[in-house]
């Protein structure tokens, strides 16, 4: 036989309640259209950089690549240079996702031979 706890004069006893206790709000998800209007706004400021850029960047330059050459503005050889590497990164991060999945299948697979 157990018993409760004795209380002091006057308080009543605790009560385990089925709500949950109060804690930091929380944050408001964002929905989708929000996410993308954010992207292409910051995607627009970026824009707006990079014109100004190449606008302040119109000197003549010589660009040797490969045994060709060739003579561009400045600003329009740095730009294609930063795309060509952002392409690179990218093509990497691509061969990377797709073998991560890839080996998730797969582990996916024995986990369900495993199961049976």
Do not use: C
Not at 14 to 36: D, L
Not at 81 to 86: L, R
């Amino acid at each position: 036989m157990s018993q409760d706890p004795p209380t002091p004069h006057g308080q009543e006893p605790k009560v385990p309640s089925n709500k949950p206790e109060a804690g930091p709000a929380r944050p408001a998800v964002g929905t989708r259209a929000g996410v993308v209007w954010t992207f292409t706004l910051v995607a627009l400021i970026v824009l707006v950089f990079l014109v100004v850029f190449m606008v302040q960047n119109q000197d003549r330059v010589t660009v040797y690549f490969l045994g060709f050459h060739g003579q561009l503005p400045l600003g329009i050889a740095m730009l294609i240079a930063a795309v060509a590497g952002a392409t690179v990164v990218a093509i990497a991060g691509a061969v990377r996702i797709i073998q991560l999945r890839s080996r998730a299948r797969t582990s996916a697979k024995r986990e369900g031979r495993r199961g049976r």
